[in-house]
């Protein structure tokens, strides 16, 4: 499907904007606007929330599987361990997407 393009063109997009370019001395005093001018490590946020917010969309709007609960379970997982106060919740996300994929393999 287009679909695995088209996610893997907006991450290119996201890298292209979010990662300094920034060649020369001179160029150290430009302030760029957008994305760019977010801390990196908040910008890399907004990937994950994105994919999460598309797959609960999906979650809800169809029929349920367990699959799907196991895909927001692979984007939840790094998300965890991109904000320190939540790494306590690596371990119980990385058991959701393993018992969901289980659970779908088990009863199809």
Do not use: Q
């Amino acid at each position: 499907m287009m679909i695995w393009f088209v996610c893997s063109l907006i991450v290119a997009c996201l890298l292209l904007v979010t990662v300094e370019t920034r060649l020369t001395p001179e160029a150290d005093g430009i302030r760029m606007p957008g994305l760019a001018s977010l801390n990196p490590h908040k910008a890399w946020l907004l990937l994950p929330l994105a994919i999460l917010c598309w797959l609960s969309w999906h979650l809800f709007t169809t029929n349920f599987s367990f699959f799907s609960l196991a895909a927001i379970g692979f984007v939840a997982t790094p998300l965890t361990m991109l904000i320190p106060r939540w790494r306590y919740w690596v371990l119980p996300s990385a058991l959701l997407s393993m018992i969901s994929v289980l659970l779908g393999t088990i009863w199809g």
